[in-house]
């Protein structure tokens, strides 16, 4: 049986990869401007003042002088619509262009002084400003109430019941700290076969496998697609006859992040002729570099690129973030429309199911309001 995290087993539960219906969306254009973001003024719960600019940056204004190199900010520029060569010379007046966004209308940039924030809000291409707010795994501890393997002492598992059902012809993408498989180099595991492999994305590197940083990827891919193990004790993840696409993160409360999960994203579509993924996942929450979780109504960039992802036919599954009971909205992605958001699951450390509960550090529901439906 395969020991799960109560905060990302519960997430994947195989990722859902064997219970999700595949949706068949035709291509979107490359160039999308999400329906939120073509009209001004933006109703986002992160600008609760209406100026077009993230909350926690409106502190960081300041005077109309010029900020010191310092204080400079990366900021997310979200755009009313596809951007003109001088709609790009325009912006890059006031910082580093750090990333065009392919598939939706953002450009990512740093260097930004703070008091320039309102003349670029002003702008009739600028839909509106976030901080660049990066992102963070979350692990606890593990427990045994997935019940995915052959088991006599407990018989209604998935193996036994329906032995066909192993993920055979899909493939699960993992975004996270990279998955230590044994068609890498370095460190390798032996739940993970070079025959698993299909893709992936490193770091700094581009196209590529990369190692696992910190253990987390590797732990979330053995829940979703793991094989089973040749120890003793054995473990099996949901899908072990599944592929594997591997995109490695920083995994850390900073921009530096930001652009990795996006660009994450963006290798999904690329590369979507070739990797045929069917499904992500995300153990991840976004946080800022205090440590402390960022929430969102969906209105933000990441959120509106795991939409752009599931009208590519691949299904987003993320987690909904651990800072409940009384958590007021839920992370981004998971706070995404067409993303499957999915709570934290305590197991009273009993591999019996009936006596399974949402854990208590699991953040609740709703999101914000959007102002949609």
């Known amino acids: 049986m395969w020991k799960s995290s109560s905060r990302d087993g519960a997430l994947v539960i195989g990722v859902m990869v064997l219970l999700l219906t595949l949706m068949a969306a035709p291509p979107a254009d490359a160039c999308w401007t999400p329906l939120e973001w073509q009209t001004k003024p933006v109703e986002w719960d992160r600008d609760r003042d209406g100026n077009g600019i993230d909350d926690t940056l409106d502190a960081k204004i300041g005077s109309d002088q010029a900020a010191p190199p310092a204080t400079r900010e990366k900021v997310v520029v979200n755009l009313t ?122 770091v700094g590197s581009g196209l590529g496998n990369p190692d696992d940083t910190d253990s987390h990827g590797t732990h979330v891919a053995g829940i979703a697609t793991g094989i089973l193990s040749s120890g003793a004790a054995g473990h099996r993840g949901m899908a072990p006859a599944a592929g594997l696409v591997d995109c490695q993160t920083t995994l850390m409360c900073g921009p530096n992040s930001w652009l990795d999960v996006i660009e994450c994203f963006e290798q999904l579509i690329t590369n979507q002729p070739t990797w045929q993924v069917d499904v992500v996942n995300l153990s991840l929450r976004q946080c800022d570099t205090s440590f402390q979780t960022i929430t969102t109504d969906g209105t933000d960039a990441a959120s509106q690129m795991a939409n752009q992802v599931v009208a590519r036919g691949i299904s987003v599954v993320a987690a909904a973030g651990n800072d409940g009971p009384g958590n007021s909205g839920l992370t981004s992605p998971c706070s995404a429309d067409n993303a499957v958001c999915v709570a934290a699951m305590d197991d009273q450390n009993t591999v019996t199911r009936s006596d399974d509960a949402i854990a208590n550090f699991s953040s609740r529901g709703p999101r914000a309001p959007a102002g949609d439906l």
């Open 81 to 202: 619509r596809c951007p003109t060569a001088t709609d790009i010379s325009w912006l890059s007046q006031y910082g580093t262009i750090l990333k065009r966004g392919r598939y939706v209308t953002f450009v990512a940039m740093g260097d930004v002084d703070p008091a320039d924030l309102p003349t670029l809000a002003a702008h009739p291409v600028v839909a509106m400003i976030e901080e660049m707010h990066g992102f963070q795994s979350a692990l606890n501890v593990s427990g045994a109430a997935i019940k995915v393997r052959s088991s006599t002492n407990y018989p209604m598992n998935l193996e036994d019941l329906a032995p066909l059902v192993d993920g055979t012809g899909t493939t699960i993408a993992i975004i996270d700290s990279g998955v230590d498989d044994q068609a890498g180099s370095g460190t390798t595991h032996e739940m993970f076969p070079s025959s698993k492999y299909v893709g992936g994305y490193i």
